[in-house]
């Protein structure tokens, strides 16, 4: 699957998060795991949470999305957002 989408608002907040939810309802990805997302975004749209993208990120990437693991996620994508270039390299080594 191409992420870059999805990255590019993650680590860079652009495009908008209405853009992404509306590409990915509208691919909707046949990975295991991944349907709830699907439907919450659904219901919520741009109102989506950033912690629930970052974790259907993980899942889409085939990687397990516990809770750890999306916490020092958003951590990461936090910390890229702030212009930290090792925290980009590290989101690529986490999600995939």
């Keep these: 699957m191409d992420f870059e989408l999805l ?23 046949d990975v295991e795991g991944a349907p709830p ?5 659904q219901r919520l749209g741009a109102r989506t949470p950033d912690l629930a993208l970052i974790a ?9 999305a ?7 996620l958003r951590d990461v ?10 925290a980009r390299e590290e989101y690529r080594a986490i999600g995939g």
């Design 7 to 29: 990255d590019g608002y993650l680590l860079n907040g652009a495009p908008s998060k209405g853009e992404v939810v509306a590409e990915l309802l509208q691919k909707r990805p």
């Design 56 to 64: 259907l990120r993980l899942v889409l990437a085939g990687k397990k």
């Design 77 to 86: 994508v936090a910390r890229a957002r702030s212009g930290d270039a090792a």
């Design 37 to 41: 997302f699907y439907e919450g975004m």
């Design 66 to 72: 516990d809770d750890a693991t999306v916490a020092r």
